[in-house]
């Protein structure tokens, strides 16, 4: 089986009303954009993948690729990892296109990837996350709507330029809500700033903030420092009351092992979309389960995003 074609469309459909991402503060997002990457073989299967958008960065992306897939034996994924982590080394996050292979070759035997990598769960308890900064009011009217929905956890965000009004919020969630697994987000894995102003912390105000959590029962406190700031998370974390997570943003294995060798987290948040693709992915999933660490992937790109994501999850016992 080859590759013999291939095609990258940009994709953009606009939302009912703006978007204000906590993780991007002072942007407002008015579309939602993704790359649609299809991948035709000598046998009439399709493999399609998708990856973030902001714009139109991506517009030379299908003549880059086209030397590198056309041609291809797409079951050889190991190989397109290889291509991927080469293209690092121009500034390009392309792990995305990797679950287009994948798509592939769970057509090719009519089995979902899930069971290809193995095999563990069909059933996974969900969350639901919020996205924006919203008072309490607000915040509990959300609350509300995902009980209705079946939701017993939710995530909350804390990116406020004074983070005691986002524990403010949390505290009323708790009171309102006792029997709800929260966990928080503070996005300062990859903060953004130059839109607005974004908040920063170091590890005392990382620390602080674990320690009132905790008075909550939080489930795990996320991304509190910088993405590549292992010895501040192993610092954190030999002293925080609640369980860390981070990895959204880190990429390939060397950068979660660095995590794991200094006992830094105690969940890993690896996004095939981003992270590496499905096959790295279960690769950190099997180095977390040596270490006796969670898994709990990242998702917040498109529908295939959740998809691939989803598969992981469901091949892996931690």
Known sequence: MRIIGIQLRLLEYPLETPFYPSWLPGYPQTAHRLHLLTLETDEGIKGYAAGIAFSREGAGLQQLLLPFLFGRDPLQIEQVVQICRSATFLGLRLWWIEMAFWDILGKATGQPVYRLLGGYQERIRAYASTGELKGVEERLDYLAQIRAMGFRAVKLRFHSMDWREDMAV???????YPDMAIMVDANMGWRVAGMGD??????????RVAEELAEIGVVWLEEPLD????????????????????????QDLHEFREFLLRD?????????SLSGGILTGKKIAAMAEAFGKQIAPHTWTNGLGLAANLQLMGACPN
């Open 170 to 176: 949390a505290r009323k969630v708790r009171e309102q």
């Open 198 to 207: 974004a908040p920063k912390w170091d590890l005392a105000t990382a620390l």
């Open 227 to 250: 993405k590549n700031d292992y010895e501040g998370y192993r610092r954190l974390r030999e002293k925080s009351p609640v369980a860390l997570a981070a990895g959204e943003m880190n």
């Open 264 to 272: 830094a987290l105690d969940v890993l948040q690896p996004d095939v």
